[in-house]
Every structure is written in structure tokens, then in C-alpha cells.
């Protein structure tokens, strides 16, 4: 019992796969998952949450090395001595100044170092980096907006493709039913051989029609696979697109954008002052340290210190730095400002188009019913040989005009809806 049910399970997840697979939905989640770009954006969110760590260890961590020089300045005719390593050179000897050199170094050190009251500067660096990686996330976020947009494009064309081929197939099913009906009307003398010809090369003229609906929905499907980044498959079913206006946020995309930017920008100023703040730093060294090789031993020791620097004077860099920031932010609100106006203008245009494209379906489908109406009568007509097979032809070609019709006014719909999604971002 526990097997059958476990069974039962799987059938139902795998249809709903099945389901879910001709969807809307499903392709945009593959995309999503198979996107180089996002998965790059993703990566280099982690390089910036790692960054953090390096700007810790870099600024609050102890520093360790060690460091080891070995220096001989010999003297040349010193003490009669043709070569003399010393400290206590002749007057005749010829080398470097002893107060330079003492006569050699030899040093093997461990040195640490900490700066210390630097709370501020790590701050700055910190807000620097997170915006960084908020930036970085804005842009995951326009490439998913970007990616979002040509996928549903792509998918309402197919559909609407895969809407004129289950179209034209049931058309071609009528029109041969109605050739056998014709064919038994010429047997009986009520229509001439003509009038078979007329529907039969009507027939094929939509098979080859089929043709070549068939072989641009495969390469519209074969594109919708390629950019949803999964291999080709057997082409299932679409389902209708269900588009609905959205509204992603309180402020959009651009919006958000605009105001880390902004961040940015007064940000970086904030670290390059970092370098105007009184740095203090602790240090200290142990080890071998010497200018002289005798007694070497007996020069073990250590030192520790505190290091206080103050910047003066830079040649006013700071207020030219400042400076071109603020003419930064001046560009950035005037392309603010310029975009805000654009994006309204588009939503509300988009909105009017929106509202007429609806009000012309719905017309449209009053039309079609009258449409369908007439189609009917004449084949009752047909049948009774009472309607010629030109005039039954030329209502079978409007009725298929307007069907066409209104698949392109469906798609116009779902385009005008999917383009103010993405505008409304």
C-alpha cells in the first residue's frame, strides 16, 4: 500500500512538472538559474562580503613579519689594513660615514603592528564596500528586469504562433470534411468539377500555410530554449501568458539606483578623507640587532612604540576632491530628474494604450461571433448546394483574417502588459 501511494506521488509531481513546463513560469525560472551573468553578479556579491573580512584584517588585526638584513660597509686603508670591517675607522680610512653605517647591520626581527583609534576610518570603508555590493545587487536585479522583458516577448510571439497552427490545422479538418461533402454534391450534379478544384487547391494552400507556421513556431521555440539556457526539448504545449500590471516596489528600479549611486559617491569622498584623520599606531619588534659582530649574542632585545601622524598640508586636494564630487551629483539628480519625467510619461501612455487595446479585443470578439454565425450558415448551405463555393471560400478567408486578427490584438495586449511591467520596475 505504502509502495502504491509512494508511486501515486511521483505520478502527480511528474505531471505537474509536465504542467508546469509549458508555462511562463518555467522559463523564466530556468533563465534565472542558467544565467551566466546572474550567476556572475552572484559571485562577485561573495568577493564583496569576503572583502569585508580583508578590510578588518587589514585595518583592525595585528600585523606580523619578520624581517632579517645583513649589511657590511667596509673601510678601505684603516688602521694599515688594506680592508677593515669596523666601527672605529682611521682618519685615513676610505667608506662610508660612520654615523651612517656604524660599519654593518645585522638584524633578525619580528615585527607587529596595530593601528589603533581607527573606529571611523573602518567605518567609511565598511559603508564603502556594502554599497558597492548594493550596487551590485541593483544590477543583478536590472539583468533579471532585462531578462524577464525578451523572454515573455519571445514566449507571447510562440504562443501566438502555436495559436495560428492549432488555428489553421482545425480550419484544414473543416475544409476537408467540406471537400467529401463537395465531392458527393458533384456525384449529384449539384455543384461542377470547378467547385472541387476551387476547395481542394484551397485545402492545399493551407496545408502549405501549416508549413510554414509550423516551421517559424519550431525556431521561435528552439530561441525560447536557448534563452532560458536549457537544451531543446519536445515542444510541449504553451500555456496561455498570464501578465497581469505589477508593481515591484515602492520606488523603482532607476530610483533606487540613482539614490546608490548618489551613496557612492559621497562614500568614496568619505575615504579618501580618511586620509586627512590623525593616524595612531602601535608597534613593537623582538630579536637580534646589531652593527658590530662581536658579542653578537649578547644583542637580543626588544623595542615598542607609538606612532602619531598628522597630515599639514596636501596642496588643497581635499577640496578639489570635494569639488568634483558635488559636480557628480549635480549630473546624477539631472539624469534623476530627466528619467522620472520619462518613466511617468511612458507608464501613463503605456496605461492609455493598455485600456484601448483591451476595449479593441473585446470588440473584436463581438465581430467573431457574428463572424462564426455567418461561417455556420454557409455551411449549412453547402451542404444543401444552395451557396456558391467562391462565396464560401471568401467567408472562410475573412473569418480566418479576423481569427488572425485578433491573435495579433492578443499579443499587441500582452505586450503593451509586459512593457509596463518592465517600465514599472
Avoid at 568614496?268 to 578623507?273: H, L
Avoid at 602601535?282 to 644583542?299: E, I, S
Amino acid at each position: 500500500m505504502k509502495k502504491f501511494l509512494f508511486l501515486c506521488f511521483l505520478l502527480v509531481a511528474k505531471v505537474g512538472l509536465w504542467a508546469q513546463e509549458g508555462s511562463l513560469d518555467y522559463f523564466v525560472e530556468q533563465a534565472k538559474q542558467h544565467a551566466p551573468s546572474l550567476l556572475e553578479v552572484e559571485n562577485l556579491q561573495q568577493v564583496g562580503r569576503l572583502q569585508e573580512e580583508i578590510i578588518k584584517a587589514q585595518n583592525n588585526a595585528f600585523q606580523v613579519d619578520a624581517t632579517s638584513e645583513i649589511l657590511v660597509a667596509p673601510y678601505f686603508n684603516s688602521n694599515g689594513k688594506f680592508v677593515d670591517i669596523t666601527t672605529n675607522p682611521s682618519v685615513q680610512a676610505i667608506g662610508y660615514d660612520v654615523g651612517i653605517t656604524n660599519g654593518g647591520l645585522y638584524s633578525a626581527q619580528v615585527n607587529i603592528t596595530k593601528n589603533i583609534f581607527n573606529k571611523a576610518v573602518v567605518d567609511r570603508l565598511m559603508l564603502q564596500n556594502q554599497l558597492a555590493n548594493e550596487s551590485l545587487a541593483l544590477s543583478g536585479e536590472d539583468l533579471t528586469k532585462n531578462m524577464i522583458k525578451n523572454l515573455t516577448d519571445l514566449y507571447i510571439m510562440t504562443y501566438q504562433s502555436q495559436l495560428q497552427q492549432t488555428f489553421t490545422g482545425q480550419l484544414i479538418e473543416d475544409l476537408q470534411t467540406r471537400l467529401k461533402v463537395v465531392e458527393v454534391l458533384v456525384k449529384r450534379g449539384l455543384l461542377s468539377e470547378a467547385d472541387f478544384l476551387l476547395v481542394r487547391s484551397d485545402l492545399e494552400t493551407r496545408q502549405l500555410e501549416l508549413e510554414q507556421i509550423g516551421i517559424n513556431y519550431r525556431n521561435l521555440y528552439a530561441q525560447l530554449d536557448n534563452l532560458a539556457g536549457v537544451p531543446l526539448q519536445v515542444m510541449d504545449s504553451l500555456s496561455e501568458p498570464n501578465i497581469r500590471p505589477e508593481n515591484h516596489g515602492d520606488s523603482l528600479l532607476f530610483e533606487r539606483q540613482y539614490v546608490n549611486d548618489s551613496l557612492q559617491v559621497m562614500a568614496a569622498q568619505e575615504v579618501f578623507e580618511n586620509q586627512y584623520r590623525p593616524q595612531v599606531s602601535l608597534y613593537g619588534n623582538t630579536g637580534l640587532n646589531a652593527v658590530d659582530l662581536n658579542n653578537l649574542q649578547r644583542k637580543l632585545g626588544v623595542s615598542a612604540g607609538l606612532k602619531l601622524t598628522i597630515p599639514l598640508y596636501d596642496g588643497h586636494q581635499k577640496k578639489y576632491n570635494a569639488m568634483q564630487n558635488k559636480l557628480k551629483l549635480d549630473n546624477l539628480d539631472q539624469y534623476r530628474n530627466y528619467n522620472e519625467v520619462q518613466t511617468r510619461n511612458n507608464l501613463e501612455s503605456l496605461q492609455q494604450q493598455i485600456a484601448g487595446q483591451r476595449e479593441y479585443v473585446s470588440k473584436m470578439d463581438g465581430q467573431l461571433k457574428v463572424q462564426q454565425q455567418l461561417l455556420e450558415l454557409f455551411k449549412g448551405k453547402l451542404v444543401q448546394g444552395q451557396v456558391s463555393i467562391i462565396d464560401y471560400l471568401n467567408v472562410i478567408q475573412n473569418y480566418k483574417i479576423l481569427v488572425f486578427a485578433k491573435f495579433q490584438a492578443r499579443t499587441n495586449l500582452w505586450l503593451l502588459l509586459n512593457q509596463y511591467n518592465y517600465t514599472n520596475w
